[in-house]
T-cell receptor
């Protein structure tokens, strides 16, 4: 699985848009990019996944440039409840191991 | 539909004691996983299972054993607990385990303190 690099922490205020960038320079052709969110004292939960360009759901948007060596998770108008750790994962869709590599993630703190 | 549940939620052990953590899922998922999470670190895979009756080692398997006798249950055992095993343990499951695109569903975690 390709390793990823994310900022250790980010701060924001309520109502702002937050963009968390993940670097994955050695991403392979068949790799997908997935983001998980983890609240304190809870297990991670899936947020969004993409392969190229842009993906949007009710929670976030994921922007992936043409070279796919990085990706950006965008959270519109964050609230206090978005305070969590966000993990970026990259892996092969065809993997039979089902293993996910969770790095340290990005601790997002939203302030009032 | 409870999803993934873990028992117990919290436990304190003395060095050398043994215990079993239970993970149960009611989503009929094939793959199940055990992770540990230490302060300031991401999740590390301990063991996983690709189906009933099968188990495999993950990134940090030493000191742990697992069993998957029933499809819905995945047990994590500590035969002789050590302080280094103090951690938060998460269980997860996924439908097919086909890779990153296969969403994993996590349990609420078990906090283990080994004195």
């Amino acid at each position: 699985l390709a390793k990823t690099t994310q900022p250790i922490s980010m701060d924001s205020y309520e109502g702002q848009e937050v963009n968390i960038t993940c670097s994955h320079n050695n991403i392979a052709t068949n790799d997908y990019i997935t983001w998980y969110q983890q609240f304190p004292s809870q297990g991670p939960r899936f947020i969004i996944q993409g392969y190229k360009t842009k993906v949007t759901n009710e929670v976030a948007s994921l922007f992936i440039p043409a070279d796919r060596k990085s990706s950006t998770l965008s959270l519109p108008r964050v609230s206090l409840s978005d305070t969590a750790v966000y993990y970026c994962l990259v892996g092969d869709r065809g993997s039979t191991l089902g293993r996910l590599y969770f790095g340290r993630g990005t601790q997002l703190t939203v302030w009032p | 539909n409870a999803g993934v549940t873990q028992t117990p939620k919290f436990r304190v052990l003395k060095t050398g004691q043994s215990m079993t953590l239970l993970c149960a899922q009611d989503m009929n998922h094939e793959y199940m996983y055990w992770y540990r999470q230490d302060p300031g670190m991401g999740l590390r895979l301990i063991h996983y299972s690709v189906g009933e009756g099968t188990t495999a080692k993950g990134e940090v398997p030493d000191g742990y054993n697992v069993s998957r006798l029933k499809k819905q249950n995945f047990l994590l055992g500590l035969e002789s607990a050590a302080p280094s095993q103090t951690s938060v343990y998460f269980c997860a499951s996924s439908p097919l385990g086909g890779g990153v695109q296969e969403t994993q569903y996590f349990g609420p975690g078990t906090r283990l303190l080994v004195l």
